[in-house]
């Protein structure tokens, strides 16, 4: 489970392991390690099995027989698909996500369903409903969210690779926290189908080991599906290739700044940042300190209210899904009713305007940071927290939500402006905790991105990778 997916995939096309027993291996870490972690939702033994057992050798689909689990927000026919939430907690879907079909499509077997947050609002994964997933490295501590599950599962190897997704570093915040791989793609690279036209914040992807892997998802799930109300074209070549290849000596800005103005960094987290920035100067990048225009006093309370938003459309969803015209404060966490409630106080003029504000701002920062390749910046401001740092269920839940963004200040800022942004494991923390950087490229730009994060890796100092536990 520790190795590659496309080196599991050759041997199963070789014959050298059947896919039966690749994903029985898979299963078997599942039910040794999942009782001391709780990444999964849902495990799907006997239809993986059964999926498995229809794999042959010489199967020429890229991820033949590979296990994989998927993040408990997207729909896998015949399993439950909850969100994370009580209203939800029996629903079944009926259908594939277009990523879901996308991955199957490529032979990849999916072994189950990993845990999310609530509605994916915070950046750990502690649902009312299914209980804490913890961090392979150090139980007591999450793996981040809002795709804990699926980090805490293939950082301790229960499979060899994770869906998940991001709408304010859910990808990132994770893999930061597990030492892991996490891109979000651009803005729109990946469908939303069937359930949505378009995301203006949510992006799905993969958690991995290596950035050739995540180059490699990103091929395979990305591109347009029928009816998509927004899309982007495909590259000039597959993302793999570019990744593959040393880039060109580039301008590369770093930053300590938080968006957040009073939002404290761990020296441990911006001791990282310099210490990639030198690699990257050693790599013979230009390299320079730059202070980006996003400390805007009122940026936390657009992207607040944006994001209530978004949140709300997934609340309704689950109410009408299970057959309720509206939801109460009962079916749910009381943040997640603080943030519906916010959302109601805002009319559809009032949303207009808070987008039209947002676009604003980030145009001015997509501007200032065009005369560069690359920035980098901490993953996270703070070291992964103890599990129970937020509480869904205090008295302000709105004041836990604001505080979550002092962990996490670095992210959600890019998926308001939509950049490309990998979160990457580069170094070993005195802690023993994994200490990873975030990556932002330029628009639509992830194969370049992908490329110079690649180098970086391969640069860096040797750091281990399986956590004791696994």
């Not at 916010?342 to 200032?368: H, Y």
């Not at 505080?403 to 308001?416: D, E, M, Q, V």
Request: glycine fraction near 10%.
């Amino acid at each position: 489970m520790f190795r590659p997916a496309g080196e599991l995939a050759e041997l199963v096309r070789a014959g050298e392991l059947s896919a039966r027993e690749l994903v029985g291996e898979s299963l078997a870490r599942i039910e040794a390690l999942d009782p001391q972690l709780g990444a999964f939702v849902e495990v799907d033994h006997d239809g993986a099995l059964r999926a498995a057992d229809a794999i042959a050798p010489g199967d020429e689909r890229p991820f033949a027989g590979v296990p994989i689990a998927i993040k408990n927000n997207r729909a896998v026919a015949g399993l439950r698909l909850t969100q994370g939430c009580t209203l939800m907690r029996d629903f079944v879907a009926s259908y594939d996500h277009s990523v879901v079909r996308r991955l199957r499509a490529a032979g990849f077997v999916i072994v189950g369903t990993t845990k999310l947050p609530e509605y994916g609002i915070l950046p750990v994964t502690e649902p009312r409903v299914h209980g804490a997933a913890r961090n392979p490295w150090d139980p007591s501590r999450t793996p981040g969210g809002s795709s804990g599950g699926a980090a805490a599962a293939l950082a301790a190897g229960m499979v060899p690779i994770a869906h998940g997704n991001d709408g304010g570093g859910s990808l990132r915040i994770p893999a930061a926290c597990c030492g892991l791989v996490g891109l979000k793609a651009q803005r729109h690279r990946v469908s939303t189908a069937p359930d949505l036209g378009s995301s203006p914040l949510v992006v799905d992807g993969v958690l991995t080991r290596t950035v050739a892997e995540t180059a490699a998802l990103l091929d395979l799930i990305a591109g347009y599906e029928t009816g998509d109300a927004a899309w982007i074209p495909p590259p000039a070549e597959p993302f793999a290739l570019t990744a593959s290849r040393p880039p060109r000596a580039l301008r590369i800005a770093f930053t300590k700044l938080p968006p957040i103005p009073d939002a404290p960094v761990d020296p441990a987290c911006a001791g990282a940042v310099d210490r990639a920035a030198a690699l990257a100067e050693q790599l013979g990048h230009i390299v320079e300190e730059v202070r980006p225009p996003w400390q805007s006093d009122d940026l936390a309370d657009l992207f607040g209210d944006y994001f209530a938003a978004q949140v709300s459309l997934g609340i309704r969803f689950s109410a009408l899904n299970v057959g309720r015209a509206e939801p109460a404060a009962e079916d749910m966490e009381p943040m997640s009713w603080a943030l519906w409630e916010r959302s109601r106080g805002i009319d559809a003029v009032g949303f207009q305007l808070v987008a039209t504000q947002l676009q604003a701002r980030m145009r001015v920062l997509v501007g200032f940071l065009d005369p560069y390749d690359a920035l980098i910046t901490p993953a996270l401001a703070q070291r992964p927290l103890a599990l129970g740092s937020l509480d869904t269920a205090a008295a302000d839940p709105l004041e836990t939500f604001a505080r979550s963004g002092y962990f996490t200040p670095f992210t959600p800022i890019l998926n308001t402006s939509g950049q490309p942004a990998v979160a990457l494991p580069l170094f070993e923390g005195e802690d023993g905790l994994p200490l990873g950087v975030q990556l932002v490229g330029r628009p639509a730009g992830e194969g370049p991105l992908l490329a110079l994060a690649a180098a970086l890796e391969a640069a860096a100092p040797p750091i281990p990778r399986r956590p004791l536990v696994s």
